[in-house]
């Protein structure tokens, strides 16, 4: 049906130019409201009803005027409808990420099928397929006029069959508006006097001045990855594997050993907030809101992180978009831009988020846990509101300057459609002008050990419907390897299978029991692995003693060889569909970087080769060392 893709294609452009305004009220120094957004569907509280829908999630003290801005913004594109540059920028990325899904339209995967052939038998959504959708698209959308979009917008806001719904915690001191008061907002802001929206744009390039850039040393081939390796002048290494998975994509990773393990405990508040403090500046000349306006049409990304050990960046981009990441890379190393409006703006809906996240009984678990495991150490410390104050904006900067000030010791991850005879050129032009003082540098053990022997704290809070939740975690030494990385994984998928027969389907005691572990290689090869499950209080006792049964079944006995190959098999097949993945490429090499252990090589092999005695052995490694900590959180039937 064309009427219902064009209209379609309408309603989404109209979201997305108007969560755009709502997000850079985000980004001014004093937000009424944590977070907005607006669009046109399904009614939240029908199925079978449409609605143009708005969202806000208030601050406690500016609940009336949060909704007063959602509304405002709502009826002010309504009565003036939308910029034509607004349109221009979202035009184009409606248009470029039809041509990303028709450059992949040879890569779609079984579940894409399957979802639209979902929504068309539930919802009666057509199915034209990426090639109709292509050609059509870009015959009518460029003719399509702003003036069709703002009709539109119009006739999507009435003042009949309004209802607003209002929900928030039972808190002291916290005042919600009446029924009048809501009534008497909404029909204040219908008839107030608005002006049009103004819209900001910029023509400005990304960079102002392009970078001399450097020279290529060296250029090798590395046959264990079938990859290309480059030296650059500043130390910068380079290793692109070109592959033919998506015609669409190029995935990035650079990364550098030090990460926040090198800043000292007193940085520990700005250490928690680094990345989502720097994330809110922008880069260059460009606040964040004005770069996302300036890479409108193009399909590039780069975000920078700090980690405990490592620092660096992940990024993306189609091919014909490469430069776009060189040169947000470049900017990304050299340019980072300081916003105390957007800083403070971040500050307000932070404390705002924490202040409700204390509300919620699983924070008490959590810091239980964290207490349990990490016995204080600062590093292991949640984030809490009373401490946003404290944040230091000039300190993260200068942090974060001294981690990518130096790129002598990167080293660039490029895998996917990266044609190397065109990408050469410009990684010498961006990557190899980045700085460099060749310092020598790796991270440092803050001693965040675990806590050794048993250890076990069950404590009651209240919650509105009883419920026991149990917490169990082992760790200890193991060597980090391959076959270990692997049994790790059997393990953790043959206990899933077991407890969900054991304790959910036998018992009928849980929705179910979450296991998972995981080696570290770094500071010391060691092994975490946890179990958890939510349960009625009065099965609390009898549900555990279950799981510690099993555990020490397996340890006599091992699995049985049915559940052994149901997950071999599983693995098998996982590891085919992932050897066409670039993200795959991407996280072995990354590791192998970090580790010195290849997860790559005679994966297949060793996973074959694993038998039940094995995986038996290892569980007696692991769960026989003693060390064992038991978090339990109950909240019993309230009293009448």
């Not at 248009?95 to 639209?116: G, H, M, P, Q, T």
């Not at 994984?489 to 206990?495: E, K, M, P, Y």
């Amino acid at each position: 049906d064309l009427s219902y893709m064009i209209v379609n294609s309408i309603k989404g452009m109209i979201s997305s130019m108007l969560n755009n305004r709502l997000n850079e009220i985000t980004q001014t120094e004093n937000p009424p409201f944590v977070y907005a957004s607006a669009y046109d569907g399904m009614f939240f509280a029908a199925k079978t009803k449409d609605a143009f829908t708005g969202v806000v999630i208030c601050n406690e003290e500016d609940i009336k005027e949060s909704i007063r801005t959602l509304l405002r913004e709502i009826h002010r594109a309504a009565q003036f409808g939308f910029t034509e540059s607004e349109y221009a920028r979202v035009k184009a990325d409606y248009l470029r990420s039809i041509e990303s899904a028709y450059n992949e339209r040879d890569k779609n995967k079984n579940e894409s099928y399957v979802n639209s052939y979902v929504r068309h038998f539930l919802d009666n959504e057509p199915i034209p397929g990426i090639e109709n959708t292509y050609t059509l698209m870009n015959q009518i959308l460029p003719n399509l006029p702003l003036e069709a979009i703002n009709e539109t917008m119009g006739q999507l806001i009435s003042d009949k069959n309004q209802a607003l719904a209002l929900f928030g915690p039972e808190k002291e001191g916290l005042v919600f508006p009446t029924k009048n008061e809501i009534v008497s907002l909404l029909t204040e802001v219908a008839n107030e006097e608005l002006t049009p929206y103004e819209d900001t744009v910029s023509d400005e390039p990304l960079l102002s001045t392009l970078p001399q850039g450097g020279s290529i040393l060296s250029e090798t081939k590395d046959d264990t990855w079938e990859a290309t390796v480059l030296k650059l002048n500043n130390g910068v290494t380079v290793v692109i594997k070109d592959t033919d998975f998506k015609a669409d994509e190029i995935q990035m990773k650079g990364v550098s050993l030090g990460g926040t393990s090198l800043f000292p405990n007193s940085e520990i508040i700005n250490i928690k907030v680094l990345d989502e403090v720097i994330s809110v500046g922008g880069l260059g000349n460009f606040s964040k809101t004005d770069l996302e306006k300036v890479l409108a049409g193009k399909l590039a990304s780069v975000s920078p992180y700090i980690g405990d050990k490592t620092e660096g960046l992940m990024g993306y981009c189609s091919p014909k978009d490469f430069e776009t990441l060189m040169q947000l890379t470049y900017l990304t190393f050299t340019q980072q831009r300081k916003d105390v409006e957007a800083f403070n703006s971040y500050k307000k809906r932070a404390e705002a988020m924490l202040k409700n996240q204390e509300m919620h009984p699983s924070i008490a678990l959590v810091d239980s846990i964290q207490e349990a495991i990490y016995m204080g150490h600062p590093r292991a410390m949640r984030l809490k509101a009373e401490q946003i104050e404290h944040i230091d904006y000039d300190k993260i900067l200068d942090l974060y300057n001294d981690r990518f000030k130096d790129a002598s010791d990167f080293t660039f991850f490029f895998v996917g459609n990266a044609d190397l005879e065109f990408v050469k050129p410009l990684i010498a032009q961006y990557l190899g002008a980045l700085p460099s003082i060749n310092r020598e540098e790796t991270f440092k053990d803050n001693q965040m050990n675990t806590r050794q022997g048993f250890y076990e704290n069950t404590f009651i809070k209240k919650q509105e419907t009883p419920k026991a939740t149990v917490f169990i975690y082992y760790n200890g030494d193991c060597p980090y390897t391959l076959k270990n990385n692997i049994q790790l994984s059997i393990l953790d998928q043959i206990l899933n299978i077991i407890y969900t027969e054991k304790v959910r389907e036998e018992e009928g005691g849980t929705y179910g029991v979450g296991v998972s572990g995981r080696l570290q290689k770094h500071p010391e090869e060691k092994f975490a692995l946890q179990i958890s499950f939510d349960t009625d209080p009065n099965k609390k006792q009898d549900l555990t003693k279950i799981i510690f049964n099993e555990l020490d079944k397996l340890i006599a006995e091992g699995p049985s060889e049915e559940n052994l190959q149901k997950v071999k098999e599983f693995m098998q097949k996982k590891h085919k569909e992932n050897l066409k993945e670039n993200s795959y490429w991407l996280g072995v090499m990354d590791e192998h970087h970090f580790s010195d252990v290849n997860m790559h090589q005679d994966y297949e092999k060793t996973l074959q080769e694993i038998t039940a005695k094995d995986i038996q052995n290892f569980a007696a490694l692991l769960f026989n060392q003693g060390n064992r900590i038991e978090v339990t959180m109950v909240s019993p039937e309230k009293d009448n």
